[in-house]
């Protein structure tokens, strides 16, 4: 038996936003990232709505990228303070995965942060709050997932929380708020969203509930994200509602290593942080090579190749127009090939911010620790200590995976 589930109401189209003053309950605490939402307006309006919804309306404000521990601890404690029925996260995917830890140690003030990292192993949640997000970036679809990304600075590591009980129980997918992103944004998140679809597909637990909505994800980026990173705006809502999809997708269909191994690389070096969607974009091409050799695989990366009308005859023709298409895609969008050709903050570089003596000192552990990530276990191949690190440095030196 398996199991799909999305949030109970998904608002989506231009205005979205206005489902806010439909709410029923008292109090709201609103948790947002950098400012963004506040500059653009649209945190004021997300407060209007909840006031005119009757609620009493408290602000968690500062929420970082890579959210932290502490920072999730700290909410938790303004919101056992406040006692809030509805917790709102609206940003990027940072402050949606934060509120949704909080929500966590919220409910449940006994629980430590290895307790939530159980996977699918959370008590059940709504006993003091509902949860809304409300993306602004169209890449992680937090919102419709069940999980969180929450990094533990003193390890250097990001760990996923995985769990059906943090599904929002109302997504608010507003395009309006997607307008507001950066080009360089939009690429990151654009990748992450590819990644999510294409891992999706090919993952062990994939099925027919989730196969629909991971090719037409997939054939909606295609179509749609070279152009909203070149600012066509009208590209903006294809896309915030293509990430959506994505993540309904790897939500039920789970993902595989490209993830694990961005979210062990994420937080690991000295130099700064490899960008999610960036670490995705990096990894992919590798990773559907390395999984091509499972017979299975191969055959659903062929079908999506089809999908999306690469061309081709055979399977292994079919791998390859798609591994072809997706390094031109980071080409288009200014996204490094590899980890040593990436600079600080996701551009190209010449000087790469991890250096190639701190990559290789830290690659047992890093390999190590992909492959215990969530992650791994429904992707195609299982990768043994050895060939996590062969495919680690392929994505370190661009090099071709032959094992």
Same mark, same amino acid.
């Given at each position: 038996?398996?199991?799909?589930?999305?949030?109970?109401?998904?608002?989506?189209?231009?205005?979205?936003?206005?489902?806010?003053? /439909?709410?029923?309950? *008292?109090?709201?605490?609103?948790?947002?990232? +950098?400012?963004?939402?506040?500059?653009?307006?649209?945190?004021?309006?997300?407060?209007?709505?909840?006031?005119?919804?009757?609620?009493?309306? $408290?602000?968690?404000?500062?929420?970082?990228?890579?959210?932290?521990?502490?920072?999730?601890?700290?909410?938790?404690?303004?919101?056992?303070?406040?006692?809030? #029925?509805?917790?709102?996260?609206? +940003?990027?995917?940072?402050?949606?995965?934060?509120?949704?830890?909080?929500?966590?140690?919220?409910?449940?003030?006994?629980?430590?942060?290895? /307790? !939530?990292?159980? @996977?699918?192993?959370?008590?059940?949640?709504?006993?003091?709050?509902? =949860?809304?997000?409300?993306?602004?970036?169209?890449?992680?679809?937090?919102?419709?997932?069940? =999980?969180?990304?929450?990094?533990? &600075?003193?390890?250097?590591? $990001? &760990?996923?929380? *995985?769990?059906?009980?943090?599904?929002?129980?109302?997504?608010?997918?507003?395009?309006?708020?997607?307008?507001?992103?950066?080009?360089?944004?939009?690429?990151?998140?654009? !990748?992450?969203?590819?990644?999510?679809?294409?891992?999706?597909?090919?993952?062990?637990?994939?099925?027919?509930?989730?196969?629909?909505?991971?090719?037409?994800?997939?054939?909606?980026?295609?179509?749609?994200? @070279?152009?909203?990173?070149?600012?066509?705006?009208?590209?903006?809502?294809?896309?915030? #509602?293509?990430?959506?999809?994505?993540?309904?997708? =790897?939500?039920?269909?789970?993902? +595989?290593?490209?993830?694990?191994?961005?979210?062990?690389?994420?937080?690991?070096?000295?130099? %700064?942080?490899?960008?999610? %969607?960036?670490?995705?974009? !990096?990894?992919?091409?590798?990773?559907?090579? &390395?999984?091509?050799?499972?017979?299975?695989?191969?055959?659903?990366?062929?079908?999506?190749?089809?999908?999306?009308?690469?061309?081709?005859?055979?399977?292994?023709?079919?791998?390859?127009?798609?591994?072809?298409?997706?390094?031109?895609?980071? /080409?288009?969008? $200014?996204?490094?090939?590899?980890?040593?050709?990436?600079?600080? +903050?996701?551009?190209?570089?010449?000087?790469?911010?991890?250096?190639?003596?701190?990559?290789?000192?830290?690659?047992?552990?890093?390999?190590?620790?992909?492959?215990?990530?969530?992650?791994?276990?429904?992707?195609?191949?299982?990768?043994?200590?050895?060939?996590?690190?062969?495919?680690?440095?392929?994505?370190? &030196?661009?090099?071709?995976? #032959?094992?």
């Amino acid at each position: 038996m398996a199991r799909f589930t999305l949030p109970r109401d998904l608002y989506h189209g231009k205005g979205a936003l206005e489902a806010l003053k /439909d709410f029923q309950g *008292a109090k709201a605490i609103i948790c947002v990232g +950098g400012g963004s939402m506040k500059r653009n307006g649209f945190l004021d309006k997300a407060v209007g709505y909840l006031q005119e919804a009757g609620m009493e309306v $408290k602000l968690f404000e500062g929420i970082e990228p890579d959210p932290s521990v502490e920072t999730v601890m700290r909410g938790a404690e303004v919101m056992a303070e406040f006692e809030p #029925d509805w917790i709102v996260a609206m +940003g990027g995917g940072s402050p949606i995965d934060a509120a949704k830890a909080m929500w966590i140690k919220y409910e449940y003030p006994e629980t430590t942060f290895e /307790d !939530m990292c159980k @996977v699918f192993g959370l008590p059940k949640l709504r006993t003091k709050a509902h =949860f809304c997000a409300i993306p602004s970036t169209s890449g992680t679809a937090t919102e419709v997932t069940a =999980f969180s990304i929450i990094t533990d &600075y003193q390890k250097g590591i $990001k &760990y996923p929380i *995985a769990d059906f009980e943090i599904t929002p129980d109302v997504a608010i997918v507003d395009p309006d708020l997607a307008e507001t992103m950066p080009a360089k944004l939009a690429a990151h998140t654009g !990748m992450d969203a590819m990644t999510h679809a294409i891992e999706a597909y090919v993952s062990t637990a994939n099925c027919n509930y989730t196969d629909p909505l991971a090719l037409h994800a997939i054939q909606m980026i295609k179509a749609n994200l @070279v152009n909203s990173f070149q600012g066509d705006m009208t590209a903006r809502a294809p896309m915030h #509602d293509a990430q959506c999809l994505a993540g309904m997708a =790897f939500s039920n269909a789970l993902l +595989g290593i490209v993830h694990s191994m961005a979210h062990k690389t994420g937080a690991a070096f000295r130099g %700064g942080h490899i960008i999610h %969607g960036a670490a995705n974009a !990096m990894y992919l091409p590798k990773v559907i090579r &390395y999984n091509s050799k499972d017979a299975a695989a191969k055959k659903r990366y062929a079908e999506i190749a089809d999908f999306i009308h690469l061309g081709g005859n055979s399977e292994d023709e079919k791998v390859d127009l798609l591994i072809q298409f997706l390094r031109q895609m980071n /080409d288009d969008l $200014k996204i490094p090939q590899s980890i040593q050709n990436y600079g600080e +903050g996701g551009v190209i570089a010449e000087e790469p911010m991890v250096s190639e003596a701190e990559f290789l000192e830290k690659l047992p552990d890093i390999a190590a620790n992909a492959i215990l990530d969530a992650c791994t276990g429904s992707n195609p191949r299982q990768p043994s200590q050895e060939e996590m690190e062969k495919l680690l440095k392929c994505c370190y &030196y661009d090099t071709e995976v #032959d094992f």
